[in-house]
């Protein structure tokens, strides 16, 4: 990871994963920004999903749509908290966390390169795959981070 970062050095509870699609709001927006609050959640289950995430979870973010990869981690800096994006009359109880941006991945893992690895067969992305906010297995994240360090499989 650039920097000599590696995951394993972040003080953390949970793994999750966000999705955005880069021309809405990239990796690379989150690094200049340093910090955002991740608003406009409109699911139950991602909902429930953010509500889970304490400071200090590691998040891996995904571009969709257009790029469909994993391209950078992220820290959770501040727990669920009221959305202040809710309109007036919007019915649900949303919140939003804080992020903060740790590190871009040397590697990006794209879509394909996680449907073909056989550890990774059960990852929310796959089966939930239209969901913003997943959880990712302490398995899991250890994967993806050996993929994106260009290791061979084991």
């Known amino acids: 990871m650039a920097g000599g970062a590696q995951l394993h050095q972040f003080p953390r509870v949970k793994h999750w994963l966000v999705k955005s699609e880069p021309e809405t709001y990239s990796f690379d927006q989150l690094r200049k920004d340093k910090k955002t609050a991740w608003t406009g959640v409109r699911n139950y ?5 953010l509500r889970a995430m304490t400071v200090n979870d590691v998040v891996f973010f995904y571009h969709s749509v257009t790029e469909k990869a994993v391209v950078g981690l992220a820290l959770v800096v501040k727990a669920a908290y009221p959305d202040p994006t809710v309109e007036a009359g919007e019915k649900g109880d949303w919140v939003c966390v804080d992020l903060r941006a740790a590190e871009p991945l040397t590697r990006r893992i794209t879509l394909d390169e996680i449907k073909a690895n056989p550890k990774l067969k059960d990852m929310a992305l796959l089966r939930l795959s ?3 906010v997943q959880p990712v297995t302490e398995a ?15």
Not at 45 to 49: D, G, K, L, Q, S
Not at 140 to 154: D, F, H, N, P, V
């Open 140 to 154: 899991e994240a250890a994967e993806l981070q050996r993929m994106a360090a260009g290791k061979t499989r084991r």
């Open 45 to 49: 289950t991602a909902r429930n999903f």
């Open 130 to 132: 239209r969901l913003s």
